[in-house]
């Protein structure tokens, strides 16, 4: 379901969307443009919790990497 809302944009803003635009609906790319924004906000937000993860991990891990590579051969 739609909901009319009403936002309030520089003038700068809507004469280079209605330059993007050439006619088209202004509402579908504004909705279109915040929908992949969030979903960029979203995957940001993952990406930080992982780092966090890896972080905290990050001591054992590097533990474990070196004891595997003291197995390698020289070659």
């Known amino acids: 379901m739609k ?3 009403s936002i309030t944009l520089s003038e ?3 004469r280079a ?3 993007v635009l050439e006619g088209r609906n202004r ?3 504004i909705e279109a443009a ?3 924004y969030m979903q960029l906000l979203k995957k940001r937000d993952r990406d930080m ?3 966090e993860i890896l972080n905290e991990k990050s001591d ?3 533990r474990e990497a070196e004891d595997v590579l003291s197995y390698q051969v020289d070659l």
């Open 49 to 51: 919790r992982d780092l």
């Open 17 to 19: 969307l209605d330059e």
């Open 3 to 5: 909901v009319k809302t």
């Open 60 to 62: 054992r891990l590097n």
């Open 12 to 14: 700068e803003i809507l």
């Open 27 to 29: 509402s579908a790319f």
């Open 34 to 36: 915040l929908r992949a």
